[in-house]
């Protein structure tokens, strides 16, 4: 019997457990989901100079990224493309 009554212990213990770690999910999507929606209200404000001069940014930092990468990655083969890295899309 006293078996049994661990067994149920241990159950109300990962029942617990699984609660917390849903909590715990359930509060990180919510998270992710507002800053998604608060990036996309600040994306739509902006111009297209704004998005312009982030683009020459991103490809001022890729070209300084291929200039170091020869003495870091030294005889190593490189992909050849200079495009900028892809941003996780906002939808």
Do not use: F, H, Y
Not at 47 to 70: C, K
């Amino acid at each position: 019997m006293n078996s049994l009554s661990s067994a149920i212990s241990e159950m109300k213990a990962e029942q617990a457990r699984m609660r917390a770690e849903r909590k715990r999910l359930a509060k990180e999507l919510k998270n992710a989901q507002r800053r998604k929606r608060r990036l996309r209200t600040k994306a739509r404000q902006l111009t297209n100079e704004d998005l312009l001069a982030v683009l020459l940014l991103r490809q001022e930092a890729t070209r300084e990224r291929a200039a170091d990468a020869p003495s870091e990655a030294s005889g190593s083969a490189s992909s050849g493309s200079n495009a900028a890295p892809a941003a996780d899309p906002v939808e």
